[in-house]
């Protein structure tokens, strides 16, 4: 069975510019979740949906943050205009019910020069 | 708010030994407890999850147990090998169970020598 997939896996880019990150859920799961990693504040959620519903998005840091998920197999969280301080690993996951083990993607290492 | 904290940040030990992973958290009320564990350049993979009914789950060589009241958790790993090298974390669902949002601690970097 394929895992969650995320696009791309890394992506240097400079400041100001936009980015857009990819995630494709596993099918049949009915959570999506998006991650931050960094070795200072280690791993922090961002924004969660369920049935493609944001539910809770106060871990996303500013409005330059913005995710949204059109449908139950694709989500997207855009950055804009993007700062060196964005520069972390984001991680996408999904599953099925709200108590039930997260599968991770492999990540996309963003570098914001 | 939730903490959970992990001690030791960094662990090396020689390949056969049996180790123990430490985890803490603040707030008792939780659902569940997981442990997660993660390779260089990878996702996290769910090793471990104990319902906070649960005193402990097993799977291989790896065990994990939970008293919620004391909130701590360890993650017992019989035989290492140098596979088992990667970083381990633990995670806590809180009791509302508020849309599997977990809060993390900041893993554990284990590596096994051959």
């Known amino acids: 069975d394929a895992g969650v997939i995320q696009s791309p896996r890394h992506e240097v880019t400079e400041m100001g510019q936009e980015v857009t990150l990819r995630c494709k859920p596993i099918?049949?799961?009915?959570?999506l979740f998006w991650y931050r990693q960094t070795m200072m504040r280690g791993l922090e959620l961002l924004i969660y949906f369920n049935n493609n519903v944001p539910i809770d998005d106060s871990g996303m840091p500013e409005d330059r943050f913005s995710a949204k998920m059109p449908n139950a197999s694709f989500s997207t969280l855009k950055i804009q205009p993007s700062e060196p301080r964005d520069s972390a690993v984001y991680f996408c996951?999904?599953?099925?019910?709200?108590?039930?083990?997260?599968?991770f993607g492999d990540g996309t290492r963003l570098s914001i020069l | 708010k939730q903490e959970v904290t992990q001690i030791p940040a960094a662990l090396s030990v020689p390949e056969g030994e049996n180790l123990v992973l430490n985890c803490s958290f603040t707030d008792s009320a939780i659902y569940n407890l997981q442990w997660f564990r993660q390779d260089p350049g990878k996702g996290l993979t769910s090793l471990l999850l104990i319902q906070s009914s649960q005193r402990e789950q097993t799977s291989g060589r790896l065990n994990a147990s939970l008293d919620k009241s004391s909130g701590r958790s360890t993650l017992y790993i019989a035989a290492s090998q140098p596979g088992d090298s990667a970083t381990y974390l633990c995670a806590v669902l809180p009791i509302n169970n508020a849309g599997n949002m977990l809060t993390f601690g900041g893993g554990t970097r284990l590596m096994v020598k051959p």
């Open positions: 099918s049949g799961h009915d959570y």
């Open positions: 996951a999904s599953s099925f019910g709200g108590s039930q083990p997260q599968h």
